[in-house]
């Protein structure tokens, strides 16, 4: 399916959806403890796979759709006390990462569990014997039999990153003082911090050595009731951000105190602008609520010479455009360690880029970006919601148009991503 875009100015407000990766961790937090009320969540099937296994937790739950906003409200009776029943299914592998490690930390569990990727499950594998539990897979069933017999976890690589948010959101239900040793990349996961950040939100403390990568929660504490909002997200609301940066002004809904990882890419960019010593460099500027971020291209933030997107791999293809638009070169580096989607999607990008007149080189650490202009074509954005949503945003300042094959994949992410830029002033053709 193809979509056209021209040349456009853009001005006005936007919305972006509600942030799935804030409203699950909300929401499991809510089923594991005293209950509460969130709102503002994404009608998603993660969503409901969270709420359907606080269900099977013994929590009573409520829920509102939104048509028009296409979200849903959950008002939660927790249980108190998480339990286990001997039918206790996940729904998906990504709800797998959340129900497994809280198995792990009971004295007796049975899950049934879709199939795990390689990796994952020989980390899971690892853990348990780091914990001194018992972990068995046998006939769609996860068996687990505590209680844990040590002191301190390790998570490393892209297989610890999997579990490394469930590991952290399991440990205030533990009995037992366990220390989670994150590597570096670990450490740096987007849904890491998010993690941490929703447990403060919850009341509950958590600390971090950003030196040895400790990190210490303390056990038993309990999930208390909660009242909460999910934010907007801030990976789509990042390229929304991008196009007023790009091709115009206008305010993007997104919270100033915001958890999600992505705002503090924006947040680096202040403190790390591409500007003088001593002289002034880019602000973000907010509403008096602090809720709408402002942007205009006349007051375009300015990339450093050398860029590290690790932590940011939703945003990668945005900066990536945005690079294109500077007055000197951009190496975004390193590359590893990285997941393997990590540089496909780097690949794919700079062929991208390449093919509508920018100059985008991978090197053997990097990729090297050249200032250059863009000017249209005809690219296919390889089913990739995040580089069909760049090449969108590189359309708006092609002199020619720029035919985007593939342009329905952005609905994974944000279904309305073409109507919200038409609205803004964008002039777009789609074929679906």
């Known amino acids: 399916m193809r979509c056209?875009?021209?040349?456009?100015?853009?001005?006005?407000?936007?919305?972006?959806?509600?942030?799935?990766?804030?409203?699950?961790?909300l929401l499991w937090g809510a089923c594991l403890g005293a209950g509460g009320a969130v709102d503002n969540c994404p009608d998603s099937k993660e969503v409901r796979a969270v709420l359907d296994m606080?269900?099977?937790m013994g929590a009573d739950i409520e829920f509102n759709l939104n048509e028009e906003m296409g979200s849903m409200s959950a008002d939660i009776f927790g249980p108190g006390e998480p339990r286990f029943g001997p039918s206790f299914r996940c729904p998906t592998v990504e709800s797998a990462r959340w129900a497994v490690p809280l198995a792990c930390t009971s004295e007796e569990a049975t899950l049934a569990v879709p199939p795990l990727p390689e990796s994952p499950r020989r980390a899971l594998e690892d853990a348990a014997a780091q914990l001194g539990i018992s972990v068995a897979n046998a006939a769609g069933k996860t068996e687990v039999r505590g209680p844990i017999n040590a002191e301190e976890l390790e998570?490393?690589?892209?297989?610890?990153?999997?579990?490394?948010?469930?590991?952290?959101?399991?440990?205030?239900c533990a009995e037992a003082d366990v220390v989670l040793s994150l590597d570096d990349f670990v450490m740096d996961r987007p849904g890491v911090r998010l993690s941490l950040g929703v447990l403060g939100q919850f009341g509950i403390a958590s600390s971090l050595d950003e030196e040895s990568g400790e990190l210490v929660i303390a056990p038993g504490t309990g999930y208390r009731e909660i009242y909460k909002d999910a934010e907007q997200d801030w990976r789509t609301g990042s390229y929304l951000l991008g196009a007023f940066l790009l091709a115009g002004q206008g305010e993007v809904w997104l919270e100033s105190s915001s958890k999600q990882a992505e705002k503090t890419f924006w947040d680096k960019l202040q403190a790390k602008d591409g500007?003088?010593?001593?002289?002034?460099?880019?602000?973000?500027?907010?509403?008096?609520?602090?809720?709408?971020?402002?942007?205009?291209?006349?007051?375009?933030?300015?990339?450093?010479?050398?860029?590290d997107m690790r932590r940011y791999p939703s945003l990668l293809p945005l900066a990536m455009v945005l690079a294109t638009q500077e007055n000197h070169p951009v190496l975004i580096e390193p590359?590893?360690?990285?997941?393997?989607?990590?540089?496909?999607?780097?690949r794919a990008m700079a062929n991208a880029l390449n093919l509508i007149g920018g100059k985008a080189q991978m090197t053997e650490g990097g990729i090297r970006i050249e200032p250059s202009a863009l000017v249209g074509g005809h690219v296919d954005c390889g089913q990739d919601d995040r580089i069909a949503m760049a090449l969108a945003l590189a359309g708006l300042v092609c002199p020619q148009p720029l035919i985007i094959e593939n342009a329905q994949a952005v609905s994974r992410s944000h279904p309305?991503?073409?109507?919200?830029?038409r609205a803004l002033g964008a002039r777009i053709q789609t074929d679906f």
Do not use: C, N
């Not at 002034?280 to 375009?300: H, L, S, T």
């Not at 590359?335 to 780097?346: I, K, N, S, T």
């Open 416 to 421: 309305g991503f073409w109507a919200d830029l």
């Open 4 to 25: 056209t875009i021209h040349s456009s100015p853009i001005r006005g407000r936007v919305i972006p959806p509600p942030s799935q990766s804030h409203a699950v961790r």
């Open 54 to 56: 606080g269900r099977q």
């Open 275 to 307: 500007t003088p010593d001593g002289e002034e460099g880019w602000k973000m500027e907010w509403g008096d609520d602090g809720i709408a971020v402002r942007a205009d291209m006349a007051r375009r933030p300015s990339l450093p010479p050398s860029l």
């Open 155 to 172: 998570l490393a690589d892209t297989a610890g990153a999997f579990w490394a948010g469930g590991w952290a959101m399991a440990m205030p």
């Open 335 to 346: 590359l590893y360690p990285v997941y393997a989607g990590f540089l496909r999607r780097a």
